[in-house]
Nanobody
């Protein structure tokens, strides 16, 4: 049973940093491709960044490239999203997602967390 629980959201100022965590309670975390998505108020859900099973490959949306970093610790069943140089347009609910397919950017994700809210003030 895969259960994803995000943490680390909050209210910060523009230019600040924040690190989100997502813990997977299931037994097969290391077999899952992991990703972060976000949904801003009044907008659809968008891909933010993703990471392969072993962590050797990462992918990012152009809007966050160079500012955000996705990493994972398979020993802790946890994936992270380090967000630097935050902007007001990064304000959104951030979701952690997992899937069994090794393809990060194509196809749907099978499991989702409940989301954690990030608000960036100007």
């Amino acid at each position: 049973q895969v259960q994803l629980v995000e943490s680390g959201g909050g209210l910060v100022q523009a230019g600040d940093s924040l690190r989100l965590s997502c813990e997977d309670s299931g037994p097969t975390f290391s077999d899952h491709t992991m990703a972060w998505f976000r949904q801003a108020p009044g907008k659809g859900r968008e891909f933010v960044g993703g990471i392969s099973w072993g962590g050797g490959h990462t992918y990012y949306a152009d809007s966050v490239k160079g500012r955000f970093t996705v990493s994972r610790d398979n020993a802790k069943n946890t994936v992270y999203l380090q967000m630097n140089s935050l902007k007001p347009e990064d304000t959104a609910v951030y979701y952690c997602a997992a899937k069994k397919s090794p393809v990060v950017l194509i196809g749907s994700y099978d499991y989702w967390g409940q989301g954690t809210r990030v608000t960036v003030s100007s």
